[in-house]
């Protein structure tokens, strides 16, 4: 039942959203703007009312964070290992990379939500953000590492660190934990205004992913999709149990930490990979198939952990 409650209506929102954009009722304006509204609108005010309208509490401290925080550069470096010795052009080497390692944040937030509750998403919330930073730092860095055009490389990690600071992510996290320590609850009003404007966000997000999903370059990249996937799905959960288990982490932490492990790669790696130069069609198949084929990697630990 466990999958059946919290898989299902990801997956039943994301499909619904493919086929309306297969009927021509929304278009890529449409899903434009719906992205800009959930990025950096209603999921920053989730995160910051989830975080924020309770105190935090941890079975195990904060030690899911290093934990979780080694796996993903563990797996970073595994990947541009792969990248030196197998046949991964340079011209792809960036969408490649990122595709192994970074995650789906929305589809993260509903499982998340449906299967551990709210505690479950305060923990989430926190991991995010410490891993969105990071993860965006290493992408960058590859795909400047792996380009053509090293000129404008100061101006671009400048450019990098402005995104960093001002990540409403980010921001939104640092500010919900801020309040949780200082006050730990909201006025009635205030909470409840958040909450409608939460409810907004995991469905339009969930929608305009499936929206933008296409399968039009996954036949020509099929192999190097194939491979970006199993290092999110198979290599970065595996790694994440052992370290976990390393770092001493059990109960809701452990959960919600392996359910992170196992969530499919962002759809964000497109806009990254257009940005700086690097296979956008490989990136757009890596994401498809990242997030046909998470559904069983997140089945798979929600059994293990249920």
């Known amino acids: 039942m466990i999958l059946l409650n919290a898989l299902f209506p990801v997956l ?75 046949p991964v052009a340079a011209f792809q080497a960036g969408s490649f990379n990122q595709g192994c390692y970074r995650f789906n944040t929305y589809i993260g937030m509903a499982v998340v939500i449906n299967a551990f509750g709210e505690a479950g998403v305060q923990l989430y919330g926190i991991l995010i953000g410490l891993i969105i930073p990071m993860i965006n730092v290493l992408c960058v860095s590859v795909l400047i590492w792996y380009g053509e055009d090293a000129r404008n490389q100061g101006n671009r990690l400048t450019a990098t660190l402005k995104h960093l600071l001002a990540n409403p992510l980010i921001i939104a996290c640092v500010a919900g934990i801020l309040y949780s320590r200082l006050i730990g609850s909201f006025a009635v009003p205030i909470d409840n205004t958040l909450k409608l404007m939460s409810q907004v966000t995991l469905p339009l997000a969930l929608f305009s992913i499936g929206g933008s999903l296409t399968f039009s370059n996954l036949r020509d990249n099929m192999g190097l999709a194939l491979a970006s996937a199993a290092f999110k799905l198979a290599v970065l959960p595996l790694l994440g149990l052992l370290l976990l288990w390393l770092f001493g982490v059990t109960g809701l932490a452990w959960k919600v930490s392996m359910l992170f492990f196992a969530l499919p790669t962002s759809t964000a790696i497109y806009i990254l990979s ?4 690097s296979d956008t069609e490989l990136a757009s198949a890596v994401i498809v198939m990242s997030t046909l084929l998470s559904f069983g990697s997140m089945a798979l630990i929600l059994l293990i952990v249920g």
Do not use: N
């Open 274 to 277: 257009s940005q700086l130069h």
């Open 12 to 86: 039943a929102l994301i499909l619904f959203g493919a086929a309306v954009k297969h009927w021509r009722i929304t278009d890529v304006a449409f899903l434009r703007t719906s992205d800009r509204l959930v990025y950096f609108v209603f999921f920053p005010l989730m995160l910051f009312w989830k975080i924020g309208s309770a105190p935090l509490q941890f079975d195990d401290g904060w030690r899911y964070l290093p934990a979780s925080a080694l796996a993903v550069l563990g797996v970073c470096g595994l990947s541009l290992v792969f990248i030196r010795f197998l």
